[in-house]
């Protein structure tokens, strides 16, 4: 990286080889780099929100994984990994506090679908 400063996926590669090592705090470095030169890119956004996760800042990965998804929205790693974020917050719809969906609320009561066969018959 001291070569080209800007050379985006170098901070990617060590970013990822950083977290593997157990270097969280490096590789927080490398991946706000990376953010730096790319603030939109889907890759730098999920690598981020997944250190983040595994650090247990849960809600600010959650903003990382939400760009990442919304940016590759068949991204299912993205979506699950923004799922889980949410669930460890209790944001389970994208916004905070999201009313009795793991306490028994109105959302809980909803009817329960009936399973169906690969023709879509019950």
Do not use: C, W
Not at 1 to 23: C, E, H, K, V, W
């Amino acid at each position: 990286m001291s070569l080209d400063p800007s050379y985006f996926p170098a901070y990617i590669t060590a970013g990822n080889a950083f977290m593997m090592r157990n270097q969280p705090r490096d590789a927080f470095l490398a991946f706000n780099a990376a953010l730096r030169l790319r603030p939109e890119d889907p890759s730098a956004l999920f690598n981020m929100g997944v250190l983040l996760f595994e650090q247990n800042r849960f809600g600010k990965a959650a903003e990382f994984l939400q760009k990442a998804s919304a940016a590759r929205p068949r991204d299912a790693e993205s979506s699950f990994r923004l799922g889980m974020a949410r669930l460890n917050t209790s944001d389970l719809s994208g916004r905070r506090g999201a009313p009795g969906l793991h306490r028994g609320g109105p959302e809980s009561r909803r009817r329960q679908v009936e399973p169906r066969d690969r023709d879509g018959r019950r």
